[in-house]
């Protein structure tokens, strides 16, 4: 009689450990679902706050005047307000903007807006602002992002409560609207006064 050979065969791995990988697999994509909403992007530190805010000497828009470390050290708080024409973020904050540099309580007090486009064309930036409104009392270029890189810019649009000295008191990460300024930038341009 012939014998047939024997193969051996693998042996069978448990359940737990056929589940493994896809266990593995989930946690990593759970980890990344709670980090992902773990907070209000708003809320993220910046390291300028409580200092000197970083050295500008950027041009304006149309050859105006453009903006210096002096238009942030006039004695006045001032809100400098990272933008560009084509960040949508940008477009839905702009009617929040306008309003808030308008704020005749503000005005009264000095409180300025100020401007600095990143990454932007002029033409571009000019036709947003005839089609918007222009909330800023001067804009500024940042055509290769180097002063965004300075204040620590995310994205934009980003703003930054400056106070009268020059130093950078609070910064908002994100579009405005009307909770935020509020609840937060009006309060912070209040506090920077003192």
């Given amino acids: 009689m012939i014998e047939t050979p024997v ?7 448990s359940l737990s450990m056929r589940m493994l ?40 828009l149309d050859g105006d005047a453009g903006v210096t470390d002096a238009d942030l050290r006039a ?17 839905y904050e702009h009617q929040y903007l306008v309003a808030l540099a308008d704020d005749p309580d503000l005005k009264a007090r000095g409180v300025r807006v100020i401007g600095v486009a990143q990454r932007d064309r002029e033409d571009n930036i000019r036709a947003f602002l005839n089609e918007t409104g222009n909330p800023y009392a001067k804009v500024a270029l940042d055509p290769d992002n180097r002063a965004g890189l300075d204040w620590g ?3 934009v649009p ?21 909770i935020s300024i509020k609840s937060m930038i009006k309060p912070k341009i209040v506090e920077a006064m003192k």
């Fill in 7 to 13: 193969v051996p065969t693998a042996p069978r791995r």
């Fill in 21 to 60: 990988p896809l266990g593995l697999f989930a946690a990593v994509i759970a980890l990344f679902a709670i980090r992902l909403g773990a907070g209000d992007a708003s809320l993220l530190p910046s390291t300028l706050i409580g200092k000197m805010a970083p050295p500008l000497d950027l041009p304006g």
């Fill in 75 to 91: 004695g006045h708080v001032t809100l400098v307000n990272i933008f560009a024409s084509w960040c949508q973020p940008c477009h």
């Fill in 153 to 155: 810019v995310y994205g």
């Fill in 158 to 178: 980003e703003t930054f409560v400056v106070r009268g000295d020059g130093v950078v008191a609070y910064k908002f990460v994100g579009p405005m609207d009307p």
